[in-house]
C-alpha cells in the first residue's frame, strides 16, 4: 500500500516533465519552420535566428549527447549536402550560398537533427508506458510493424530508383539493419523521413531549392527522400550515443565511419576526396575520427 502511494506522486512527476518535454519540442520544431519560411531570403537572420534555437536546444536540455547530435549532424551532413551539389542532385536558389550552399545550412542541421534525437527519445517514453514490458506481445507487434514498415518501404525504393543511387542506400541499409535495430533507431527513422521529408517540401514550395531528377514531378521530390533522411537521422544518432553507451559502442560507431569513408573515397574518387581528405591509411583513418570525437 506505501509503495502504491509512493509510486503515484512520481507517476505524476514524470508526466508533467514529459508534456513540459512536449511542448519544448513542439516549440522548437515551430521555430525552425518559422525562421526558414519567412527569413531564408535573409542570411544574416537566418544564422542568427538558428544560433539561437541551438543556444535554447542546449539551455533547455544539458545534455552532451545532444551537442553531440548537433556536431555530428553538421560535420556530416554539411560535405554530404556539398556532394550532392557538386554532383547535381539539387541546386540551392536561396542568398547567401557559398561553396554551393546558404551559409547557415550547418545551423538548421544542428538544431534540427537534435531535435529528431529528442523526439525519439519522448516517443520511447511513451512506448515505454503504455508497454513496461518489452517482452509483452503488444511491444512485439508494434515495433515489429514498424520495422516491416522501413523495410517495405525500402525494397520498394530501391526497385524503382536508378541502380547507382540504389547501391549507395543499399550500403549504408545493411550495416544498419544488421547493427542498429534498436527500439530508438526505428523511431528516429520514422521521425527524421516524416519530419525531414516535410519540412523539405515547405522549402520547395518556397523556391528554396531545386532537384533535378525528382521521382514525383508534380511536387518535385524524390521518391527516396524520407530514406535519406531516415538514414542520416540514425546515423547521426549513433554517434551521439557514443557520450551516453558503453566503449564497445564508441568503437563499432567510430569503425562505421571510417569505412563508408573508405568507401566513399573508392567510388566516387576525386569529387569524395575534396570534401572529404584522406589520411595515407585506414588506421590513421580511424585515429582521426577518435580524437574529433574525443
Do not use: N
Amino acid at each position: 500500500m506505501m509503495k502504491s502511494q509512493m509510486k503515484q506522486p512520481r507517476q505524476r512527476q514524470e508526466i508533467r516533465g514529459l508534456g513540459t518535454e512536449v511542448l519544448f519540442e513542439f516549440f522548437v520544431g515551430i521555430y525552425l519552420i518559422t525562421v526558414v519560411v519567412f527569413f531564408w531570403q535573409k542570411p544574416v537572420w537566418t544564422s542568427l535566428l538558428l544560433g539561437g534555437a541551438i543556444g535554447m536546444q542546449l539551455w533547455f536540455w544539458r545534455d552532451r549527447a545532444d551537442a553531440a547530435m548537433m556536431i555530428g549532424a553538421a560535420l556530416l551532413g554539411t560535405p554530404s549536402e556539398m556532394l550532392c551539389v557538386e554532383l547535381g542532385v539539387w541546386t540551392y536558389r536561396a542568398p547567401g550560398v557559398v561553396l554551393g550552399l546558404p551559409v547557415w545550412i550547418p545551423l538548421v542541421w544542428a538544431s534540427l537533427f537534435c531535435l529528431f534525437r529528442r523526439l525519439s527519445l519522448t516517443m520511447r517514453s511513451v512506448t515505454r508506458r503504455l508497454w513496461p514490458d518489452d517482452k509483452k506481445l503488444a511491444t512485439k507487434i508494434f515495433f515489429g510493424a514498424l520495422g516491416g514498415l522501413i523495410l517495405v518501404y525500402y525494397f520498394i525504393t530501391v526497385s524503382v530508383i536508378r541502380k547507382p543511387i540504389a547501391a549507395v542506400y543499399t550500403v549504408f541499409m545493411i550495416p544498419a539493419v544488421i547493427f542498429w535495430h534498436g527500439k530508438r533507431d526505428m523511431l528516429i527513422f520514422v521521425i527524421g523521413g516524416a519530419l525531414g521529408t516535410l519540412g523539405e517540401y515547405i522549402c520547395m514550395k518556397l523556391g528554396f531549392w531545386q532537384y533535378h531528377y525528382p521521382f514525383f514531378r508534380s511536387i518535385g521530390l524524390p521518391l527516396s527522400l524520407p530514406l535519406a533522411w531516415g538514414l542520416s537521422s540514425v546515423i547521426v544518432a549513433r554517434i551521439a550515443r557514443i557520450w551516453e553507451t558503453p566503449a564497445t559502442s564508441t568503437f563499432s560507431t567510430l569503425g562505421f565511419i571510417a569505412f563508408f569513408t573508405c568507401l566513399g573515397q573508392q567510388t566516387l574518387g576525386p569529387q569524395f576526396s575534396s570534401l572529404f581528405p584522406a589520411p595515407p591509411s585506414a588506421v590513421d583513418l580511424f585515429s582521426s575520427f577518435y580524437l574529433l570525437v574525443t
